[in-house]
T-cell receptor, first 112, second 118 residues
Framework: AQSVTQPDIHITVSEGASLELRCNYSYGATPYLFWYVQSPGQGLQLLLKYFSGDTLVQGIKGFEAEFKRSQSSFNLRKPSVHWSDAAEYFCAVSGATNKLIFGTGTLLAVQP | GAVVSQHPSRVICKSGTSVKIECRSLDFQATTMFWYRQFPKQSLMLMATSNEGSKATYEQGVEKDKFLINHASLTLSTLTVASAHPEDSSFYIC??????????????FGPGTRLLVL
């Protein structure tokens, strides 16, 4: 069955510290992978996506993610977190059906 | 960039009434739109796929008679919650797929509609 796992429900980092949010997926074919961010009471904004090619993808707001097929992972990273990055982050996978399957999300808190 | 709007952003209604939520793609034509439901502190669950000019495809467990979807134009899809009850209270989010993109679709999400049924 297709699924996405985000093992960390809640993460707190200090402003300026580095960040890594974990995402593991289970998908039978070549996956298309996404990271979205959701601010409180808002819709989702696409941070980055992986379809093919270079396994390290760059996104908006200084985020990047690396696709590791051997580990079925697509972890999101940022070298220096800003207070405005506090939000909920969702990893998602889709394929030929074009349906997005979301993980349960990781809530990021940023300490001053 | 691709912009998707939803209206209303928030609605409070009495149990038994019907509520209509609109989803519009503002700067592109969307042949396919998706409707999601998000419970507090949970992930988004796909409810249905809305295709312009045809019937919506509902996910397993979603009542098609309760959640009526109409995609009458390339820029508008509507979700009507029929005879809403308190358990229908949730955050409803739509997304639209831009068929003009050269790569496998990216879905652009609306800001969501908060429904509270009293």
């Amino acid at each position: 069955a297709q699924s996405v796992t985000q093992p960390d429900i809640h993460i707190t980092v200090s402003e300026g510290a580095s960040l890594e949010l974990r995402c593991n997926y289970s998908y039978g074919a070549t996956p298309y992978l996404f990271w979205y961010v959701q601010s409180p009471g808002q819709g989702l904004q696409l941070l980055l996506k992986y379809f093919s090619g270079d396994t390290l993808v760059q996104g908006i707001k200084g985020f990047e993610a690396e696709f590791k097929r051997s580990q079925s992972s697509f972890n999101l990273r940022k070298p220096s977190v800003h207070w405005s990055d506090a939000a909920e982050y969702f990893c998602a996978v889709s394929g030929a059906t074009n349906k997005l399957i979301f993980g349960t999300g990781t809530l990021l808190a940023v300490q001053p | 960039g691709a912009v998707v709007s939803q209206h209303p952003s928030r609605v409070i209604c009495k149990s038994g009434t019907s509520v209509k939520i609109e989803c519009r793609s503002l700067d592109f034509q969307a042949t396919t739109m998706f409707w999601y439901r998000q419970f507090p502190k949970q992930s988004l669950m796909l409810m249905a796929t809305s295709n312009e000019g045809s019937k919506a495809t509902y996910e397993q467990g979603v009542e098609k008679d309760k959640f009526l979807i109409n995609h009458a134009s390339l820029t508008l899809s509507t979700l009507t919650v029929a005879s809403a009850h308190p358990e229908d209270s949730s955050f409803y989010i739509c997304s639209a797929r831009d068929p003009g993109l050269a790569v496998q679709e990216t879905q652009y999400f609306g800001p969501g509609t908060r429904l509270l049924v009293l």
